[in-house]
């Protein structure tokens, strides 16, 4: 699997924006993710999410 | 895939297998499970009478005059306070209505079936904009008009389905998605292409030509005809996914001009409901800013089907007219699609490379990315005895899905 | 009323497009009319009945752009049709940067990019490991450029990581290079044989600009600085070694790291030594006979290291520099700084933004001219009792959490606001002698670095000699000459500012030192 990602890395950036920029001016595969902090940090909610990803 | 995903896939398969036709024109009181010769069914989670906004408020009382139990709105006033009148939510009756969304037990409402599951959904037919019953008004020429669309409308359109045989909803759907329809404000190529599927049959219906004439001028002329078809097409496709275990998929947004609830496929026999927020409105002339009443209609259940507020790229005219550019249109169809788990392969974007409507409005993403449901509609006025006085935006309230998300962990631990 | 046409042969732009370009033509000065239009039949006839059917435009063909217009003198129509391309250029690139899509969230992305294979992470700490894990889980690679993970979140993503076959880079992983692309703070370098494993980002970025100078890299692979922890085992050191092994395009392995646990060093060395690539070893602080023994080649500085690399991969045997420039030049220029020093003036002050250059650097004055203190000291009795304050010698990584976490500010490497302030209490320090500085170029630092410290500097000196002292500043410039930043450029500004430019972290640390023992140092550093 590490040979496709050393071949060509098509990158998914999450967080700051600048990354996403400097892979873009240097001509290379990435889209960017404009990331909030899940259920806007709302930690009784990000508990119960979690919890149900288990099931 | 975790257990809930596999589940939502299921459900959202069922929804999509769905095949809505419209069967024909009969009285509530004769085919809408549970109704009483007491009952106003309403749009929205349930709600008392103390509690209702004022244009839900005038279609009660409108509809008490127009079933005759009262004279005037006084005296349906005293009756809707007395507990004599049965109030329940459209939905829990396999109804949906539009704004006020009131039916009342000798309204004619269209039939639709869903033939690949069997399920049943009605909905009342439209009057059309500005001073009408779903809008709150109930004045002389509000009653006159449900008394004709009793009386004229309904039987030939009733005698025209006779002929025509059911009639397939998804696709004129599907058709007028190309053609600048979302489906819940603008719904003018939908109603043409109904009206113009059912005008031989009307023809050869043994009505007059003068009554035939009247009701076709009537169904053209209302852009939003075929509204009260799109809800019970789409109500009928929702809850062939309703009531599957562990699905977190909404099946129903719904308002009643107070409250805002949501239904959650998992949890059946639950509402979820909060605050109903006020519309971001366009006035028409003569009406300002103060003058909206709070969220109201079951016509959300466009949305919930991806449609609506969720297809605004199809309509750019609609996000244009309140203030919006053809690339928000688009942005709102894609933001749409972070909170929904699948797209729609009958209900397609032509501007986003004919992509699938966004389908399956998924409790968890709504609380994780905070994106709310987006919805267009009609407005009303905020006082009982006005009309409508435009079109808006808003977003679902948070609330909902925060508590049936508790909800949904409680139950399935 | 001139009008004058331009035809694009066998462009094609659709009418609304089109549209836009006619009506931005038409606002220009001196327009009457303008015409942006496929030279379709219908669309001549159009152009003949507004008078605007030219014989160029009469030749075209339905498959050609035309461009025509209608100004009020043909001085004017001729500068109109000249911006003319320049402008369908500029809206066609609107155009593409209103279509980017943006997403809300990674499972949307994921859902959305199915070719995608790394996931770069740099969410505030707490949230990194989930949104890690579900890359992981979605089958990408993932680089977690944030720090602020627990070491437990951290084995249990490189555990998943290992099962599946899928790199973790990080947490704290600043720079990888991956097929000659830079992620995170990377420098432009160039394409070669040479690969490098690093546990530090700034290790990773001045190992891979030296060699760069030299045959170049093939790919940068970032650890994350706690990968060598017996906790965590090296595991993504282990698998960045199997994948430079693998790679067919990688002659020479460079693994750089501050000191590893015995245990973890062991079992990397072993693994290193059973690849069958010359590989070169900088466990900063570490044995050398230890790397030596199982024939791979120690190095004791990143400069070292680069060196080392450069000459196995050319097949030659491995120098130590110690100053590259002439030594004569380095004894002058030293000499030249410490004759002005006046005598309270006794310590070295580092100001660092790498933590890596910072421990480096303690390590080679340390030998020289004695223990530095700091806030990431090399023995725990060294640590600065307050980070704020230095006391004799002393280097601060300003990098470190404690100085970007409390005032979440970010990196100094791009905000420095924090350097320049410590940099001129140093200078108010009557003990201060001498200054020491890295700074790093790059894609993600400052767009110019030299030139927002330049004007403290000058400052600092300013501050020293106005108390009757003289206060010698040395940097090294971590970077390449095809960085965004320019290197020559940067080097100059700094120059032009009085300080001293040194080609390496370990040189510019080796000048403070002998310019700090007057001189007295030289002999231990060649002989």
């Not at chain 2, 709310?372 to 079109?391: C, E, M, R, S, Y």
């Not at chain 3, 097949?315 to 002439?326: L, Y």
Request: charged share 25%; proline share 5%.
């Amino acid at each position: 699997m590490t040979v496709e990602l050393l071949r060509k890395p098509k990158i998914i950036n999450v967080g700051a924006r600048n990354f996403h920029d400097s892979l873009i001016a240097q001509g290379a595969d990435s889209v960017h993710v404009d990331w909030k902090p899940p259920a806007g940090g709302d930690q009784e909610m990000m508990k119960l999410l979690d919890k149900l990803d288990k099931l | 895939m975790g257990k809930i995903e596999e589940v939502n896939e299921k459900a959202v398969k069922r929804i999509l297998d769905a095949k809505p036709v419209a069967t024909g024109i009969k009285k509530a009181k004769d085919v809408i499970p549970g109704m009483t010769e007491r009952t106003l069914l309403h749009a929205g989670p349930p709600i008392e009478w103390e509690r209702m906004s004022g244009p839900t408020r005038g279609a009660v009382m409108g509809a008490a005059i127009f079933e005759d139990w009262a004279g005037d709105e006084i005296e349906a006033a005293k009756l809707a306070e007395s507990g004599e009148i049965t109030f329940a939510p459209c939905h829990d009756h396999d109804a949906v209505g539009p704004m006020a969304g009131v039916i009342s037990p000798s309204m004619s409402v269209y039939v639709v079936e869903n033939q690949e599951h069997g399920n049943k959904a009605y909905c009342n037919l439209n009057e059309g904009l500005g001073k009408v019953l779903r809008y709150g008004a109930y004045s002389k020429e509000v009653i006159e008009k449900l008394k004709w669309m009793e009386e004229t409308m309904a039987p030939v359109l009733a005698e025209a389905f006779k002929r025509s045989g059911p009639i397939d909803l998804k696709e004129i759907i599907s058709k007028a998605l190309h053609m600048g329809d979302e489906g819940h404000c603008r719904n003018v190529a939908t109603s043409l292409i109904f009206l113009k599927t059912m005008v031989p049959y009307m023809m050869e219906t043994g009505f007059d030509r003068e009554t035939i004439s009247k009701v076709m001028k009537f169904m053209g002329d209302n852009v939003l005809t075929f509204l009260n078809l799109l809800m019970p097409a789409c109500k009928a496709m929702l809850d062939a996914g309703h009531g599957i275990e562990y699905s977190t998929i909404v099946t129903a947004l719904s308002r009643n001009g107070t409250d805002f609830g949501i239904r959650v496929s998992g949890l059946p026999g639950r509402w979820f409901t909060a605050s109903a927020p006020v519309p971001k409105t366009l006035f028409f002339p003569g009406f300002k800013e103060g003058d909206q009443g709070r969220d109201l209609g079951d016509s959300a259940i466009a949305e919930t089907m991806g449609l609506g507020g969720f297809a605004s790229a199809t309509a750019p005219a609609v996000v244009q007219v309140i203030g919006g550019t053809p690339q928000d249109a688009a942005n709102y169809s894609r933001e749409m699609g972070e909170i929904t788990v699948a797209e729609n392969p009958s209900f397609t974007i032509p501007f986003l490379n004919f992509q699938g409507a966004p389908l399956g409005i998924d409790i968890r993403k709504v609380v994780e990315t905070g994106i709310l449901p987006f919805i267009n509609t009609g407005v009303a006025h905020k006082d009982p005895g006005v009309g409508g006085v435009g079109f808006g935006v808003l977003r679902a309230p948070m609330d909902c899905f925060k508590k049936a998300l508790r909800a949904f962990a409680e139950e399935y631990k | 009323m001139v009008v004058k046409s331009l035809v694009l042969k066998n462009e094609y732009r659709d009418s609304i497009f089109l549209m836009r370009i006619s009506k931005r033509l038409e606002e220009l000065e001196g327009v009457q009319k303008a015409s942006a239009i496929m030279a379709t039949d219908a669309n001549k006839d159009l152009l003949r009945d507004a008078g605007m059917l030219t014989d160029e435009i009469k030749g075209a063909s339905s498959n050609d752009l035309v461009i025509v217009i209608d100004a009020v003198s043909s001085e004017r129509a001729g500068e109109v049709i000249s911006s003319a391309e320049g402008i369908l250029a500029e809206e066609a690139k609107k155009r593409v940067e209103e279509a980017e899509v943006i997403y809300k969230t990674l499972d949307s992305a994921i859902g959305a990019e199915a070719e995608s294979n790394l996931v770069l992470i740099s969410v505030p700490g707490e949230f990194a490991a989930r949104e890690a894990e579900r890359a992981l889980k979605a089958g990408k690679h993932v680089m977690i450029f944030s720090d602020g993970v627990s070491e437990e979140d951290e084995i249990r993503l490189k555990r998943l990581g290992r099962e599946k076959g899928l790199l973790v880079m990080g947490p704290d992983c600043g720079t990888a290079i991956i097929n000659g692309i830079g992620l995170g703070f990377a420098n432009v370098v160039k394409r070669g044989s040479v690969g490098v494993v690093a546990a530090s980002g700034t290790g990773a970025q001045e190992v891979s600009s030296l060699i760069s100078a030299g045959p170049g890299i093939s790919h940068v692979i970032g650890t994350g600085g706690r990968d060598l922890h017996d906790e965590i085992g090296g595991i993504t050191m282990l698998m960045g070694l199997q994948s430079l092994a693998d790679d067919s395009g990688t002659k020479t392995i460079v693994l750089v790291s501050k000191p590893p646990s015995p245990e973890v060093a062991k079992r990397i060395l072993k693994a290193a030594s059973e690849v069958g690539k010359p590989t070169v070893v900088n466990f900063l602080g570490g044995d050398p006979k230890i790397i030596e023994e199982i024939n791979l080649t120690p190095a004791d500085t990143l400069e070292d290291a680069a060196a080392k690399a450069i000459a196995l991969q050319r097949g030659e045997k491995p120098k130590r520099v110690t100053f590259s420039a002439d030594l004569n030049e380095v004894k002058n220029i030293a000499e030249k700084e410490y004759k002005r020093i006046a005598p309270d003036q006794r310590y070295i002050r580092g100001i660092y933004s790498g933590g890596t250059f910072c421990s480096e650097a303690m390590l080679i004055v340390r030998d020289l001219v004695g223990d530095v203190n700091s806030n990431v000291p090399l023995k725990p009795e060294l640590k600065l009792k307050d980070s704020n304050k230095s006391k004799e010698h002393t280097f601060v990584d300003m990098g470190d959490d404690e100085f970007t976490a409390e005032i979440s500010k970010p990196h100094p490497m791009i905000y420095h606001e924090l350097r320049q302030k410590r940099i001129l209490q140093e200078a108010s320090d009557s003990e201060t002698l001498v200054i020491l500085l890295d700074v790093v170029l790059g894609y993600g630092a400052h767009e110019d670095p030299a030139g927002a410290l330049a004007p403290t500097l000058r400052e600092a000196k300013k501050i020293a000699e106005r108390e009757g002292r003289y206060l010698p500043v040395i940097a090294s410039v971590c970077g390449t000459p095809q960085d965004p930043q320019n290197l020559t450029a940067q080097e100059k500004k700094l120059k032009d500012a009085g300080v001293v430019v040194m080609p390496s972290n370990a040189q510019a640390a080796r000048m403070a030192a002998l310019i700090a023992t007057k001189g007295g140092a030289w002999n231990k550093m060649v002989g």
